[in-house]
């Protein structure tokens, strides 16, 4: 009996031996956001499912994460098996070949539930070459009190006159409360995000069909004279140094009236163990002049797979559970609807526990006003809202935005600024090659 027992704890020993030498370690590459953070507590549902396949996280800073995963791919390193990249990469890597195709995920996957404006951003020649983890837009977050105070109320869809009417009437200094708070940041990702999409609705854009820069234009002219002048009347001090992270924290403590950013802040700003206004936050439609184009932008984090990974299966398996329906519902169960990531599936806000997140609505609504492949009010050669898909636009997009920056804080005009990003612009782009 002893010995049969010993056989058989022997052979189990050799069978786990041999299921954990089978098994193949993919390695993540992923942003240090909450979301991501909270999905690699949730593992062990997918270890239970997968027990074939061991994953590895690489947990980077966004700028060092984008860095890193450029590096890898452009040299097919196949240091990653799996990639966290966004919007602006897809298209780029995607049409250098540089990702697999995830046009064969297993049919209850279901991609055809993905919500085409975020699909159409991740797709190339009808291959989609990226998974949404989560999806946003951006809108007005807005004091529901001090509008009513203003005497004033806020449309579904206003206009920038509108806007500006309400931060003027809604601020009040001496009481530190500050009408609008927007991006003044310099960076392609900061304050170029927010003013490339605030461009757009005044009839203007980055480049026309020939690739020239559009500074010169009177719809630039227009957007950055009224960000200025909203900025320094009914702004908060100090704001060219403020990105979305300190913005959020003036809105959370009470000192904003008015907040356009992306639609992911909704759950921070409604959430009472960290904002002091909670209750009191009204959402809206980004505004618009009334030329056919709002000021929201379209942006997703997403999983791929990099054309050099050797374990293509492993990691579209992985992907496909990440990103699934069934992940949805397990951060339900775990954390409440209000936390599950938004922005890229339509089942979700045909949920009727999510219908019932008071911002999920402005959400999807905004998602859907956005369109990357027809960005501008004009014709325009490239795809992207708040950013341009070509490689060049990192560093094209953060000089430009040092630029505003600047003018914001006061040491230049408008005028100086629009000038200097055309000149700049012009040249880059000559020397790249778009302008012959």
Not at 145 to 174: N, Q, R, Y
Not at 370 to 377: E, I, L, R
Request: with cysteine; proline share 5%.
């Amino acid at each position: 009996m002893t010995y049969s027992f010993r056989a058989l704890m022997g052979a189990c020993a050799v069978a786990a031996i041999s299921t954990a030498a089978a098994a193949e370690t993919i390695t993540v590459a992923t942003v240090n956001n909450g979301d991501m953070i909270r999905m690699q507590g949730l593992m062990a549902e997918f270890n239970a499912r997968h027990p074939d396949i061991q994953v590895e996280w690489v947990t980077l800073e966004e700028n060092v994460l984008r860095q890193k995963v450029t590096t890898d791919i452009a040299t097919k390193g196949g240091q990653f098996d799996v990639l966290t990249i966004g919007t602006y990469e897809v298209p780029i890597w995607g049409k250098q070949g540089w990702l697999v195709s995830l046009n064969d995920l297993p049919p209850d996957y279901d991609a055809d539930d993905i919500l085409p404006a975020i699909r159409n951003g991740l797709t190339v020649d009808g291959e989609l070459y990226a998974a949404p983890f989560y999806g946003e837009s951006s809108m007005i977050m807005y004091r529901t009190d001090l509008m009513e105070k203003a005497g004033l109320t806020m449309p579904d869809a206003p206009s920038w006159a509108f806007v500006k009417e309400a931060a003027a009437k809604m601020t009040d200094k001496d009481a530190e409360v500050y009408g609008i708070c927007l991006r003044g940041k310099a960076g392609w990702g900061e304050n170029m995000a927010f003013l490339s999409a605030m461009a757009n609705s005044y009839g203007t854009s980055w480049f026309d069909m020939d690739w020239k820069p559009q500074f010169d234009s009177e719809g630039w002219k227009a957007a950055l004279t009224d960000y200025l002048d909203m900025m320094t009347n009914y702004g908060p001090p100090g704001a060219s140094n403020n990105g979305f992270n300190e913005n959020l924290a003036l809105f959370q403590q009470g000192k904003c009236g008015m907040w356009i950013d992306a639609t992911v802040a909704a759950s921070f700003v409604t959430n009472p163990h960290d904002s002091t206004v909670a209750d009191k936050v009204g959402f809206a439609l980004a505004p618009d002049t009334g030329k056919g184009k709002r000021s929201n932008w379209l942006w997703a984090w997403n999983l791929a797979i990099p054309a050099g990974s050797q374990k293509v299966d492993a990691a579209r398996t992985f992907v496909a559970w990440a990103t699934s329906k069934d992940y949805a519902e397990l951060v339900a169960s775990k954390e409440g609807w209000a936390n599950v990531p938004p922005g890229t599936r339509t089942s979700l806000y045909e949920n009727p526990e999510y219908q019932k997140v008071p911002f999920a609505k402005m959400t999807l609504d905004s998602i859907n006003a956005a369109d990357p492949t027809n960005p501008a009010v004009d014709p325009v050669p490239y795809v992207g809202i708040q950013f341009v898909a070509i490689p060049e636009f990192q560093g094209i997009g953060t000089a430009v935005g040092q630029q505003f920056s600047a003018a914001l804080a006061g040491s230049m005009t408008a005028e100086a600024a629009l000038e200097a990003a055309q000149a700049f612009t012009t040249r880059e782009m000559t020397r790249a090659g778009y302008i012959k």
